[in-house]
């Protein structure tokens, strides 16, 4: 097939030749672009041209025997297949090649990573608050009400995460991250001014309910405007933020020692994210990819242009295009998740938080201060800062690393390096010839549990999810998976303790270390790498039927 010999009349058929088979571009949503012996152009922005040849395109225009005018790039194109007049199949060029992004991302990241830093201060803020507001509630030795406290926050967002999937569906992005800021300001008040262990309990209940939804919807939102060659980085983001989070409670509980009541301070301080989070988002985009499913395509335009540039408005419209085209369906009902067709995908999201969880993370974080305390550590609440600051640290190098080592080498070197450092704690705890140091090793071996963690278990999960989900069930997939994710968090919460207790710290720890290997075994089988790939080509990828 030469470059001016043929036509495109009507629907146009595409086979992206390294990612398999998909069907139909024919038209947008409520609004068709036919291909017949023209060349279509809009808002100055070339949409559809085509040569053959070699790997790039050169510099000026040429017109086919019918009459196409076939536009040049320097830009390498994406190889596809496209019908011929003549009924072949024939090798050309994508209609939409890659150039850089020239719009704004980052500062609506940022606006939707408050919600990551409220997941991750709700979630450590009880960790030093926990022993003054016990004594403060008239609860010290009732260790039920106190498990309680901490769990009630897991239980609430594990319904808020369900929520999330289907308020995101039907209100959009950034409507329900507004939303989701009325019970994480009312729940933190409440937590603030608390002067019973039920309202205590209520507040953490909306609290929950709060950071339950933002925790499915920021990777969601973010992964959908984020640009696919830095989508990695940006959206390991999400887990950096939720890590400062966590520091930022470990932190704001070191006055503690000198004013017992400053643990009011402390859940009082979450009001002002909150409201600042409702407020950013009202002047934040709204995720592209919802607007095109609801047929909004001037506003998709609009919001392409503001987040990558005018310049690439074509190319994200063309791969919006090509993934609804060929599934013109509803919006997936949550029994549609567990279908043959869908169900692989999404037991991989679950079983990757599931894994997460069970790991330990979340009862490092939340017991921390007790286990140092037990190893004899002498300052427990700066133990748990330097904890923090480690999980910082490592999310920050993960960013780095995402786009280029890829999301599932991250995943296995990542939980590889939390069982082995599971298993020194459980030896540090067994070994008598260690006991002492076995607070300095307690102190080592959590350090480098974290940071493990935080190169891949903690970043890469919530970043591959919206990444490996069709377009149709994305959010209640990935609601479903949080929903694992909290269901698993609330009973390591609520038995934690109870556990160390009847077994042993040494012992939990080597269960721990148990699960690590095993989630190593699983990712090897199971998961996919998605690097470099934009999420329409990766829903081609894993569901031929597109």
């Given at each position: 097939?030469?470059?001016?010999?043929?036509?495109?009349?009507?629907?146009?058929?595409?086979?992206?030749?390294?990612?398999?088979?998909?069907?139909?571009?024919?038209?947008?949503?409520?609004?068709?672009?036919?291909?017949?012996?023209?060349?279509?152009?809009?808002?100055?922005?070339?949409?559809?041209?085509?040569?053959?040849?070699?790997?790039?395109?050169?510099?000026?225009?040429?017109?086919?025997?019918?009459?196409?005018?076939?536009?040049?790039?320097?830009?390498?194109?994406?190889?596809?297949?496209?019908?011929?007049?003549?009924?072949?199949?024939?090798?050309?060029?994508?209609?939409?090649?890659?150039?850089?992004?020239?719009?704004?991302?980052?500062?609506?990241?940022?606006?939707?990573?408050?919600?990551?830093?409220?997941?991750?201060?709700?979630?450590?803020?009880?960790?030093?608050?926990?022993?003054?507001?016990?004594?403060?509630?008239?609860?010290?030795?009732?260790?039920?009400?106190?498990?309680?406290?901490?769990?009630?926050?897991?239980?609430?967002?594990?319904?808020?995460?369900?929520?999330?999937?289907?308020?995101?569906?039907?209100?959009?992005?950034?409507?329900?991250?507004?939303?989701?800021?009325?019970?994480?300001?009312?729940?933190?008040?409440?937590?603030?001014?608390?002067?019973?262990?039920?309202?205590?309990?209520?507040?953490?209940?909306?609290?929950?309910?709060?950071?339950?939804?933002?925790?499915?919807?920021?990777?969601?939102?973010?992964?959908?405007?984020?640009?696919?060659?830095?989508?990695?980085?940006?959206?390991?983001?999400?887990?950096?933020?939720?890590?400062?989070?966590?520091?930022?409670?470990?932190?704001?509980?070191?006055?503690?020692?000198?004013?017992?009541?400053?643990?009011?301070?402390?859940?009082?301080?979450a009001v002002v994210p909150s409201v600042l989070f409702a407020l950013g988002m009202a002047f934040s985009p709204e995720s592209p990819r919802w607007l095109f499913q609801q047929g909004k395509l001037p506003e998709a335009e609009k919001v392409i242009k503001t987040l990558y540039g005018k310049e690439r408005v074509a190319e994200v419209m063309y791969d919006l295009s090509s993934a609804v085209q060929g599934s013109a369906e509803p919006e997936a009902g949550w029994f549609e998740l567990f279908s043959s067709r869908y169900w692989k995908?999404?037991?991989?999201?679950?079983?990757?938080?599931?894994?997460?969880?069970?790991?330990?993370?979340?009862?490092?974080?939340?017991?921390?201060?007790?286990?140092?305390?037990?190893?004899?550590?002498?300052?427990?609440?700066?133990?748990?800062?330097?904890?923090?600051?480690?999980?910082?640290?490592?999310?920050?190098?993960?960013?780095?690393?995402?786009?280029?080592?890829?999301?599932?080498?991250?995943?296995?070197?990542?939980?590889?390096?939390?069982?082995?450092?599971?298993?020194?704690?459980?030896?540090?705890?067994?070994?008598?010839?260690?006991?002492?140091?076995?607070?300095?090793?307690?102190?080592?071996?959590?350090?480098?549990?974290?940071?493990?963690?935080?190169?891949?278990?903690?970043?890469?999960?919530?970043?591959?999810?919206?990444?490996?989900?069709?377009?149709?069930?994305?959010?209640?997939?990935?609601?479903?998976?949080?929903?694992?994710?909290?269901?698993?968090?609330?009973?390591?919460?609520?038995?934690?303790?109870?556990?160390?207790?009847?077994?042993?710290?040494?012992?939990?720890?080597?269960?721990?270390?148990?699960?690590?290997?095993?989630?190593?075994?699983?990712?090897?089988?199971?998961?996919?790498?998605?690097?470099?790939?934009?999420?329409?080509?990766?829903?081609?990828?894993?569901?031929?039927?597109?």
């Amino acid at each position: 097939m030469q470059a001016s010999t043929f036509s495109l009349k009507g629907s146009v058929g595409f086979e992206v030749q390294r990612r398999g088979a998909f069907q139909g571009f024919g038209g947008f949503r409520r609004r068709n672009f036919s291909f017949s012996n023209e060349i279509c152009v809009r808002k100055s922005a070339v949409f559809c041209g085509l040569r053959t040849g070699g790997d790039s395109m050169g510099a000026e225009l040429a017109r086919g025997r019918n009459g196409i005018e076939v536009v040049n790039s320097s830009v390498k194109a994406r190889s596809v297949r496209v019908q011929a007049s003549d009924g072949d199949i024939e090798d050309v060029k994508s209609l939409n090649p890659k150039v850089k992004s020239s719009g704004t991302v980052l500062p609506f990241v940022g606006v939707a990573c408050l919600g990551a830093i409220l997941f991750g201060y709700h979630l450590g803020v009880v960790n030093g608050a926990l022993e003054y507001l016990a004594k403060d509630l008239g609860i010290a030795e009732n260790t039920v009400l106190q498990g309680w406290v901490v769990s009630t926050l897991l239980a609430a967002a594990t319904v808020g995460s369900f929520t999330g999937g289907a308020l995101a569906d039907k209100f959009g992005r950034t409507r329900t991250f507004q939303l989701d800021a009325i019970p994480l300001v009312i729940g933190a008040f409440l937590c603030a001014t608390a002067q019973s262990v039920q309202t205590m309990i209520i507040g953490r209940l909306l609290a929950g309910i709060g950071i339950g939804i933002s925790s499915a919807i920021v990777p969601l939102y973010i992964s959908e405007i984020s640009p696919t060659e830095i989508r990695g980085a940006l959206g390991s983001v999400n887990q950096l933020f939720i890590c400062v989070g966590i520091l930022a409670a470990l932190v704001a509980g070191l006055p503690l020692a000198g004013n017992p009541l400053w643990w009011r301070t402390m859940f009082g301080i979450a009001v002002v994210p909150s409201v600042l989070f409702a407020l950013g988002m009202a002047f934040s985009p709204e995720s592209p990819r919802w607007l095109f499913q609801q047929g909004k395509l001037p506003e998709a335009e609009k919001v392409i242009k503001t987040l990558y540039g005018k310049e690439r408005v074509a190319e994200v419209m063309y791969d919006l295009s090509s993934a609804v085209q060929g599934s013109a369906e509803p919006e997936a009902g949550w029994f549609e998740l567990f279908s043959s067709r869908y169900w692989k995908v999404v037991s991989v999201g679950a079983a990757l938080f599931m894994f997460q969880q069970l790991a330990g993370i979340n009862a490092v974080v939340y017991y921390s201060t007790s286990v140092f305390r037990s190893a004899g550590i002498a300052s427990d609440v700066a133990a748990s800062a330097l904890v923090g600051a480690s999980n910082v640290f490592g999310t920050a190098v993960a960013s780095s690393l995402m786009d280029r080592q890829g999301r599932k080498s991250l995943l296995i070197t990542s939980f590889a390096g939390m069982a082995a450092s599971m298993l020194l704690l459980s030896l540090s705890f067994t070994w008598k010839v260690l006991a002492p140091y076995s607070g300095t090793l307690a102190v080592v071996g959590t350090i480098l549990y974290v940071l493990s963690f935080s190169l891949g278990a903690g970043p890469v999960p919530a970043l591959l999810l919206p990444e490996i989900f069709a377009s149709r069930i994305r959010a209640k997939a990935v609601a479903l998976s949080l929903g694992m994710h909290w269901t698993s968090n609330f009973f390591i919460g609520l038995y934690f303790l109870s556990v160390v207790n009847k077994f042993g710290i040494s012992s939990v720890y080597l269960g721990f270390a148990g699960i690590c290997f095993l989630a190593v075994l699983y990712i090897a089988g199971n998961v996919v790498e998605t690097k470099g790939r934009s999420l329409e080509e990766i829903e081609r990828a894993l569901n031929p039927a597109i």
